[in-house]
């Protein structure tokens, strides 16, 4: 998906595929969950995932937690 597809909102969870560099949406949702912290996350915001792990991430912090990589103190 990028940004100029436009798909109708839908309410409840997308399942989606996640790609290098973009996703695709396999079943329509307003969101996906973090694998990390189980945050809804919105589509339109979604911005960081494993494409070898088929997961979403909230944000680089959550993505660097499931790596195992500790923040410097």
């Known amino acids: 998906m990028n940004r100029y597809e436009r798909r ?3 309410v409840g969870e997308a399942e989606v595929e996640y790609l290098d560099g973009e996703f695709r949406i ?12 189980a945050v ?7 911005r960081y995932w494993n494409v070898d792990l088929q997961e979403p ?7 660097l ?3 195992g990589v500790k923040p410097k103190a």
């Open 57 to 63: 991430y909230a944000g680089p912090e959550a993505k």
């Open 8 to 10: 109708p909102i839908s």
């Open 40 to 46: 809804a996350i919105r589509i339109e915001d979604l």
């Open 65 to 67: 937690q499931r790596l």
């Open 26 to 37: 396999l079943r329509p949702g307003a969101y996906v969950r973090c694998a990390v912290t």
